[in-house]
């Protein structure tokens, strides 16, 4: 079946860094990707859906400045975390799907430490 | 009003018994629909597609009713291994998915 494969699974960085979280759909390609984030005991948020070769679409509410989305290729999207901060810390997922009707494939996530 | 709404739950049931889930959603033009399951600190992974027709995939049964935008999951014989959050996931237009909050099972021996 199809994969989506997230990078890393597991970062700590210090405030103030940034941090880039890679997503490559392994043997399908993905003109859309999705990018959630999960905080303890909350369901996935949708923060943004990622366009290849064109901007991504952010959801109300969250900071495009903040949270930079390249979608350069068909199978790799790219989330980059900037001058995070703690409250940053979270868990953060992508999926793809393969139409728009089928279900959509997750990453494995990345799960953001700032200290 | 949430886009999808679920059993706050949580539910807690011995093993070999028969559990239900319910969700429903407002946004008549869904395309899809599905239940997953998330374990703890892990990505959500799909339990199976809700059709109006019915499916049954073993123990499990998913219902979708179009008409009063509803979707049910039937449990039955528990397993300890069927601990977990079930999310309710609906699919609009260009594969967005909108998650439920998620019910938390615990079957217990």
């Known amino acids: 079946g199809a994969v989506v494969s997230q990078h890393p699974s597991r970062v700590i960085c210090k405030s103030g860094t940034s941090v880039k979280i890679e997503c490559r759909s392994l043997d399908f390609q993905a003109t859309t990707m999705f990018w959630y984030r999960q905080f303890p005991k909350q369901s996935l948020m949708l923060m943004a859906t990622s366009n290849e070769g064109s901007k991504a679409t952010y959801e109300q509410g969250v900071e495009k400045d903040k949270f930079l989305i390249n979608h350069a290729s068909l199978t790799l999207s790219t989330l980059t975390v900037t001058s995070a901060h703690p409250e940053d810390s979270s868990f953060y997922i992508c999926s793809a799907p393969l139409d728009r009707d089928t279900e959509a494939f997750f990453g494995q996530g990345t799960r953001l430490t700032v200290v | 009003r949430k886009e999808v709404e679920q059993d706050p739950g949580p539910f807690n049931v011995p093993e070999g018994a028969t559990v239900a889930f319910n969700c429903t959603y407002s946004n008549s033009a869904s395309q899809s629909f599905f239940w997953y399951r998330q374990d703890c600190r892990k990505e959500p992974k799909l339990l199976m597609s809700?059709?109006?027709s019915g499916n049954e995939d073993g123990r499990f049964t998913a219902q979708l009713n179009r008409a009063s935008q509803y979707i049910s999951l039937l449990i039955r014989d528990s397993k300890l291994s069927d601990s977990a959050t079930y999310l309710c996931?609906?699919?609009?237009?260009?594969?967005?998915?909108?998650f439920g909050d998620g019910t938390t099972l615990t079957v217990k021996p």
């Open positions: 996931v609906v699919n609009t237009n260009a594969g967005k998915s909108t």
């Open positions: 809700v059709y109006s």
